[in-house]
């Protein structure tokens, strides 16, 4: 079993920040890469940002400049650093991990529970 839990959510004023942290547990051999998604209602999941093992990021274009996100390999953690933060940053924001349970074996996808995050105007 894996398990991803995420924490630090919230409720903030428009302008505010947020940080963000994930930590994958359970049998694990590697971990690939990890990052954040977000779904608003009515809305598809959409890419925030994502790290891989060798710190190569990828930033959702709505969030480049003000998301920052980084990752700590020996705890098995990512972490998302959100300034400037917008009304329309409210979602509820997931955690991915992609990863291998065991040495030469397939890669997985698993997902937190999410966390919400809203911004009030």
């Known amino acids: 079993q894996v398990q991803l839990m995420e924490s630090g959510g919230g409720l903030v004023q428009a302008g505010g920040s947020l940080r963000l942290s994930c930590t994958a547990s359970?049998?694990?051999?590697?971990?690939?890469?990890m990052g954040w998604y977000r779904q608003a209602p009515g809305n598809q999941r959409e890419l925030v940002a994502t790290?891989?093992?060798?710190?190569?990021?990828n930033i959702g274009d709505s969030v480049k400049g003000r998301f920052t996100i980084s990752g700590d390999n020996p705890k098995k953690t990512v972490y998302l650093q959100m300034i400037s933060l917008k009304p329309e940053d409210t979602a509820v924001y997931y955690c991915?991990?992609?990863?291998?349970?065991?040495?030469?074996?397939?890669?997985?996808?698993?997902w937190g529970q999410g966390t919400q995050v809203t911004v009030s105007s």
């Open positions: 991915n991990a992609v990863l291998k349970r065991r040495s030469g074996g397939y890669e997985y996808e698993y």
């Open positions: 790290i891989t093992s060798g710190g190569s990021t």
């Open positions: 359970g049998s694990i051999f590697s971990i690939n890469a």
